[in-house]
């Protein structure tokens, strides 16, 4: 039994879908992250990365189909899900009214830390994201870059088996894309956690993840390591040329416009 | 045990996380503090020469002090839900949701703190009866009693408006709602005229109105010589009732804002 739980992926979906009225946001998806790997799902906007990991954090039921998380079903066992998991959504989750330690001392408060590690763990989180000397400011006096590092250290600190990021480096200036990457490299490191994170920044998908998903339509067109992908389109090919291989080059529709409101709402906050 | 306790501790997080947001910005208090004010020193000065509100013995300013102290903390609570709203667009909402506090204790930890604001209110308009020397009465009893009452009828209203924002979901909707269902709970209670001078339909209304309770109670409460017609008990268990319905009710609707 343990040898099985061991080995059993840190999410498995399995014919996973979610329609709004009409539309088909996520399809049939069918997937799984192994333990301790970073797994990306890229695609256009639109695409349903964001769908998709809402009904793995729970957020969101689906409308048919299952998933698995840390070993328990995000539907019937959501309260099980959510003590193992982390997330950090694309929207800003920090509180900016409060301090980035008062944001820090919610999240140990509603995951049930324990008082006696609660300030140690505080403490290590925010030396860990380097926010220490910020930590008694107000988060509405954080550059960008240091909310995304507030969110990771906040989802960080209940030690989750998967921390699922929504796009963590949208929006910010390429010095802070360099620092939150940084950071998520230095965390897999030390703790070994696995890693889901949707991103549309090839880049970026490239340099830090094992595997790649690229979703498109809701569905997964294909999945592999970023060298497999890109030999499979031709020799030297970049993960842009992976993407419009499989995509193509058009503009896609969809999204949405609250989507797109949201979008670039969260990049002017993090100005 | 340990799972009651840290349920307790999930009510106290979500609470303290709002107390603290007022006490770094709490120009939110003072503000709020107008609205008693002209109520008290505006209309209540004029209303107490209109000889046709008949009070029962009681001066008519002594008998508005609890009814605009209800009020108050209508006014204040019926808003709350537009939070609700603007951390759902934040995405603040979401790191609650993915948490695995109950969605009991949310919805709890969110009425809880709104006592905060209710109370801020109470002082309020204890200091304005001061100045305007109307006798209130100052039993450690019945300030315990008023406290109760204030934060249970702060908890309901802010829950209630939790409910209106998820079923609303937009800023723009909620303020017109807010505004609609204000005047109807407000003008149906027993807050500034007694319910006796109202028409029959309108009684029956005021009698399924929460905020008839909390005035009844807080006038028998605040008041040395005027007793709550209700009976305090009859008005406690109504408001618990209630209270207790509202955050089942709240506590299925609130997942739906973070989909």
């Known amino acids: 039994m343990a040898t099985v739980s061991t080995r059993e992926p840190a999410v498995v979906t399995e014919t996973l879908s979610r329609r709004f009225g009409d539309l088909i946001a996520v399809a049939d998806v069918s997937m799984a992250v192994l333990q301790g790997e970073i797994f990306g799902l890229i695609g256009p906007n639109g695409a349903g990365k964001t769908t998709l990991i809402k009904m793995l954090t729970t957020l969101l039921p689906p409308s048919s189909g299952t998933a698995r998380v840390a070993g328990f079903d995000v539907v019937a066992q959501a309260a099980e899900v959510r003590k193992r998991i982390g997330y950090v959504p694309q929207l800003l989750s920090a509180d900016r009214s409060l301090t980035g330690y008062e944001n820090m001392l919610l999240s140990a408060r509603l995951y049930a830390i324990p008082r006696r590690e609660r300030a140690q ?34 989802s960080m600190l209940h030690r989750p088996k998967v921390l699922m ?78 993407f419009a291989h499989f995509i193509g080059v058009e503009i896609q529709p969809g999204g949405g416009y609250r989507e797109a409101q949201l979008a670039r709402q969260s990049i002017r906050e993090h100005r | 045990m340990s799972a009651l306790s840290d349920y307790g501790w999930q009510i106290f997080a979500v609470s303290d996380a709002e107390v603290r947001k007022l006490r770094h910005d709490s120009v939110e208090l003072v503000t709020r503090a107008v609205q008693p004010a002209l109520w008290l020193l505006l209309f209540g000065q004029v209303m107490a020469q209109v000889r046709g509100i008949t009070t029962q013995g009681t001066n008519y300013l002594d008998f508005l002090v609890p009814g605009i102290l209800g009020q108050s903390v209508l006014f204040v609570a019926i808003f709350y839900g537009i939070n609700t709203i603007w951390e759902r667009d934040m995405g603040v909402l979401h790191r609650y949701l993915v948490s695995p506090a109950p969605r009991s204790a949310l919805v709890l930890g969110k009425a809880l703190s709104s006592t905060v604001r209710g109370f801020s209110q109470a002082m309020v308009v204890y200091v304005l009866a001061l100045i305007l020397g109307i006798q209130l009465s100052y039993q450690p009893r019945n300030i315990i009693g008023v406290i109760v009452f204030i934060a249970l009828a702060a908890g309901l209203f802010s829950t209630f408006s939790v409910i209106v924002a998820c079923i609303v979901r937009t800023r723009e909707r909620f303020l017109g709602i807010g505004q609609v269902l204000t005047m109807p709970i407000f003008f149906a209670s027993n807050a500034i005229y007694p319910i006796h001078l109202m028409p029959r339909w309108l009684q029956i209304v005021s009698r399924l109105n929460p905020l008839t309770y909390v005035v009844d109670a807080l006038r028998g409460l605040m008041l040395p010589t005027t007793v709550s017609r209700i009976g305090i008990p009859t008005d406690c268990a109504v408001l618990v009732a209630s209270f207790v319905i509202l955050v089942a009710i709240a506590a299925r609707l609130y997942p739906r804002m973070g989909e």
């Open chain 1, 121 to 154: 763990r505080i403490a290590e989180a925010l030396s860990a994201m380097n926010l220490t000397e910020a930590a008694g400011r107000l988060v509405l006096h954080y550059s960008g870059g240091m909310i995304r590092a507030l969110e990771i250290a906040q």
């Open chain 1, 165 to 242: 990021m929504d796009e963590p480096t949208v929006g910010l200036d390429p010095i802070a894309r360099r620092v939150v990457r940084d950071r998520v490299r230095a965390l897999r490191a030390t703790l070994g956690m696995t890693m889901l994170i949707t991103t549309h920044d090839m880049g970026e998908a490239d340099e830090l993840c094992d595997r790649i998903a690229l979703m498109h339509n809701g569905r997964i067109e294909v999945t592999g390591s970023p060298a497999e992908l890109k030999a499979q389109v031709e020799p030297g090919a970049t993960l842009d040329d992976v």
